[in-house]
């Protein structure tokens, strides 16, 4: 069992950063993929980045590539997310997801955190 918590979310202006947290609990964090995923309101979740259980090995949604970083500390069971030069269209609740083979599709993720709420003002 995987237990994950969000913070670091709420509102900034455009092109402002903003970093997001998730806390997972459990002994075998270092053995899964994390991912981050978004669901802005009155559309689908969707992929934004995820990054293999080492650390090393990560991929991201077009829409972020470029401004947006994850990155995995296994050491403190955290996953982050940093997210930078941010638009209006980030608007959304941001879920991390962890999941022992785990990739860009959604439904392959068994585990999910409550979601953050992240708002951008133009």
């Known amino acids: 069992q995987v237990q994950l918590i969000e913070s670091g979310g709420g509102l900034v202006q455009a092109g402002g950063s903003m970093r997001l947290s998730c806390a997972a609990s459990?002994?075998?964090?270092?053995?899964?993929?994390m991912a981050w995923f978004r669901q802005a309101p009155g559309k689908e979740r969707e992929f934004v980045a995820v990054?293999?259980?080492?650390?090393?090995?990560?991929n991201y949604a077009a829409s972020v590539k470029g401004r947006f970083t994850i990155s995995k500390d296994n050491d403190q069971n955290t996953v982050y997310l940093q997210m930078n030069n941010l638009k209006p269209e980030d608007t959304a609740v941001y879920y991390c997801a962890a999941e022992r083979f785990g990739g860009t599709v959604l439904n392959a993720y068994t585990y999910w955190g409550q979601g953050t709420q992240v708002s951008v003002s133009s």
């Open positions: 990054i293999g259980w080492r650390g090393t090995s990560t």
């Open positions: 459990g002994r075998t964090f270092s053995t899964y993929t």
